[in-house]
């Protein structure tokens, strides 16, 4: 059964940064896209970042461009969601995601639709 776990969250001031990791087991890590969402309470599943299967391809929602960086070590089997310049908007609990489906950007990439396996998320707290 595949099982999928990030780490990393926590509690940091606004313009801090926090690194968060998303390891998967019984799952070829290499043969599937990784995305990462987050979700505020009462909310939708909002897409964060996501990138291909090798690596060669990020995507990422406006809101984070510029501040946050996905990246993934196949070798390890652990994606990772760099998250510099925090803003309080940025509050809410992370969550990573496989899919086999390619990406390429489009809609596909950025729906919760596409995605078969998710961990049970990682709490972000941005104080101001």
């Known amino acids: 059964q595949v099982q999928v776990v990030e780490s990393g969250g926590g509690l940091v001031q606004a313009g801090g940064s926090l690194r968060l990791s998303c390891a998967a087991s019984?799952?070829?890590?290499?043969?599937?896209?990784m995305g990462w969402f987050r979700q505020t309470p009462g909310n939708e599943r909002e897409f964060v970042a996501a990138?291909?299967?090798?690596?060669?391809?990020?995507y990422y929602a406006d809101s984070v461009k510029g501040r946050f960086t996905i990246s993934r070590d196949n070798a390890k089997n652990t994606g990772y969601l760099q998250m510099n310049s925090l803003k309080p908007g940025d509050t809410a609990v992370y969550y990573c995601?496989?899919?086999?489906?390619?990406?390429?950007?489009?809609?596909?990439?950025?729906?919760?639709?596409?995605?078969?396996?998710w961990g049970q998320g990682t709490q972000v707290t941005v104080s101001s």
């Open positions: 019984e799952l070829t890590f290499s043969n599937y896209a």
């Open positions: 990138i291909s299967r090798g690596g060669a391809r990020a």
């Open positions: 995601a496989f899919t086999p489906t390619p990406i390429f950007g489009g809609s596909t990439t950025r729906t919760t639709r596409t995605y078969d396996n």
